[in-house]
């Protein structure tokens, strides 16, 4: 699990306290079962974790209504309120993360237009400005696989700064290995989305074959796996 | 080139014509448009602060990116003269596009953020009402030239944004409504061709008078494909792609080049497209079934004619400087002479032409303007 962590995290540099504004975007599929999101009904209780529950929140009053956006104005201000809360503990700032899963399913939830999705996806992403937090984001492309490339995912790779994909094995199934990952980091102008900051500009490709264990997601990289 | 195109906004519009207008676009193949964005931002910011562009101010809508991105952007560039000299004025469409946070805070649902808030920002939180957009524009681009004849430039990131909200005749009304406005010099915007459909993209590159295009360079594509397909890790220290300039002159004429260009830490850098991506330069004549070309034949006679004011009609040897080449010269029986020999005047009380071709390296119908890049 040790070594899992560090390569992921190795790739994405998130032990790096200035990573603060970065958007992250998660793109899987039914192939591979899911495997990046994690069990997280485990971490409720903590007090680190804040757990929203879309399909349990309350419908939007006339007020809300009028704002068309209904559920998502909201859910906008939950998470605003719960990442202020969070933020305001010394040593905190910089160190919050926003994880939405996942997006594809905010359609449903909220009873609203794709287009009300980006507008949330917009506010959500003031937030990496204001309080420095991180925001990530997990989609599942084959629920659009019946039409194109839908403008949502579109938009959110424009967004992004990393791009995660998991997609099946090219040769077919395997026992030990149930998929590849590829991100594709952007390290282009923007740390903190608020404020510009120079940082070594490069951008960085890195590609792993994982393995879905009882409570966890081993990463390998190709080959080593014996 | 992209120089030229910084240029061309520098130098903005003459009087009674509409403003330069310039079209950023870029799709996820090469998702480098803020990049060239913010080039030719901090170029014209430069020209307007060093009083070489015609605007006297840049009004900014800000869409995509927060107002304290941009501030710092110009800092980092060396820009820093945006407070005792009001040049810019930021309009700030990112915090609160839809008024939610305003909305929430008046009913007492969250606490209003305390941001860095600089003077030369105004927020709006209506983006779907261009109107009012139009005229905050025009108020804040007066107040930073002031009600004579200084104009200001418009920045809008992104029009894609826009998109998600108005539709694209109020949109194209808004653009268009700059661009005619007498006091707005040039404007420019970004736009992500792959989320709108091909209609939208046409219609905002028929309202610009330059288009900067990104492409993935071939080179970069096969690397990405070794990448996904082999490679475990890769890193690259800089980002590279090509851009296509489309420029529309005054003369009707269009001139489309192709350049490439790399990001670092320090900003762009423009380079001349290598040989193998540079197809795009050549003739823009359409593909008809009649032929617009000369052949070599033809091409020699028409050199071998003699123009009408190149003699002097009383039977004597033409005697001029002529820069055509040796070969040419040789059919006409003419000594090629490399100094002038001025044709013989006759006092015959009539006036002569005194004509000197001029050097025949340059191809007729040729656009290239000479002066293009004089840098006054």
């Known amino acids: 699990m040790n070594q899992t962590r560090n390569l992921l995290d190795d790739a994405l540099d998130l032990n790096n306290n200035n990573n603060g504004g970065q958007v992250v975007v998660i793109e899987d599929c039914i192939e591979t079962s899911g495997a990046l999101g994690c069990n997280l009904a485990m971490q409720r209780e903590s007090e680190r974790f804040h757990f929203l529950d879309m399909l349990s929140m309350h419908c939007p009053d006339e007020e809300e209504e009028k704002l068309c956006e209904g559920g ?3 859910l906008y201000e939950k998470i605003q309120k719960a990442v202020e809360v969070s933020s305001s503990t010394e040593g905190n700032k910089n160190s919050v993360t926003i994880m939405i899963d996942d997006i594809s399913l905010v359609e449903v939830a909220a009873n609203v237009s794709s287009n ?9 992403l003031t937030l990496t400005s204001d309080f420095g937090c991180t925001l990530v984001i997990l989609s599942h492309e084959d629920v659009y696989s019946s039409m194109e490339k839908p403008m949502l995912i579109l938009q959110m790779e424009y967004l992004a700064d990393v791009l995660i994909k998991t997609e099946p094995l090219a040769i077919g199934l395997a026992s030990d290995i149930h998929g590849q990952v590829s991100l594709l980091i952007y390290f282009l102008t923007v740390v903190n989305r608020g404020r510009y900051e120079k940082r070594s500009l490069k951008t960085k490709t890195s590609n792993f074959q994982f393995k879905i264990r009882d409570n966890n997601v081993e990463c390998f990289y190709p080959g080593s796996q014996t | 080139m992209a120089e030229s195109v910084c240029r061309a906004l520098r130098d903005g519009s003459m009087e009674g014509e509409h403003a330069a207008a310039l079209t950023v676009k870029d799709s996820m193949k090469c998702p480098y448009g803020h ?27 800000a869409l995509s990116q927060s107002p304290s991105f941009y501030y710092d952007l110009l800092r980092s560039r060396g820009i820093v003269d945006f407070v005792t000299n009001k040049w810019i004025h930021i309009l700030d469409g990112y915090n609160d596009p839809l008024g939610w946070k305003k909305w929430l805070s008046e009913h007492d649902k969250i606490g209003s953020i305390s941001s860095e808030i600089f003077a030369s920002t105004t927020i709006f939180r209506n983006i779907k009402d261009l109107d009012q957009l139009l005229s905050l524009i025009i ?47 040039s404007t420019f915007w970004l736009l992500h061709s792959d989320l709108h459909d091909i209609k939208a993209t ?16 071939s080179e970069s594509f096969d690397q990405q494909q070794t990448i996904l397909e082999n490679l475990s890790l890769h890193e690259q220290n800089s980002c590279k792609g090509k851009i296509q300039v489309r420029m529309k002159r005054r003369n009707g004429r269009v001139r489309v080049t192709c350049e490439e260009f790399d990001i670092d830490q320090s900003g762009m850098k423009f380079s001349s497209a290598s040989p193998e991506s540079a197809t795009i330069n050549q003739s823009l004549l359409p593909k008809v079934q009649f032929n617009l070309q000369l052949t070599e034949k033809e ?14 009609g009383n039977g004597k040897t033409i005697q001029i400087y002529d820069g055509r080449r040796a070969l040419t010269e040789g059919k006409k029986g003419t000594e090629p002479t490399p100094t002038q020999q001025l044709p013989a005047v006759e006092d015959s009380g009539k006036g002569d032409i005194i004509y000197f071709r001029d050097s025949d390296d340059e191809m007729p119908d040729s656009d290239e303007d000479p002066d293009d890049d004089l840098d006054i």
Not at chain 2, 153 to 181: P, W
Not at chain 2, 202 to 217: D, G, N, P, R
Not at chain 2, 299 to 312: A, G, I, S, T, W
Request: net charge neutral.
């Open chain 1, 72 to 74: 998502l104005v909201s």
């Open chain 2, 139 to 185: 108020e804040v681009g007066k107040g930073l030239v002031g009600q004579g004849k200084g104009r200001f430039s418009v920045a809008i990131d992104s029009v894609s944004e826009m998109l998600r909200h108005v539709s694209l005749s109020s949109l194209a009304g808004l653009l268009s409504k700059l661009r005619g406005h007498d006091q707005i010099s």
């Open chain 1, 116 to 124: 009300h999705v980006s507008d949330f996806l917009h506010y959500c």
């Open chain 2, 299 to 312: 091409r020699m006679d028409k050199e071998n004619v003699v123009l009408p004011f190149e003699h002097q």
């Open chain 2, 35 to 61: 990049n060239v964005f913010n080039h030719v931002l901090t170029q014209l910011s430069s020209n307007i602060l060093s009083s070489k562009s015609q605007s006297k101010g840049l009004v900014l809508v």
């Open chain 2, 202 to 217: 046409a219609v905002l590159e028929y309202m610009s008078t330059m288009v900067i295009t990104l492409e993935q360079t």
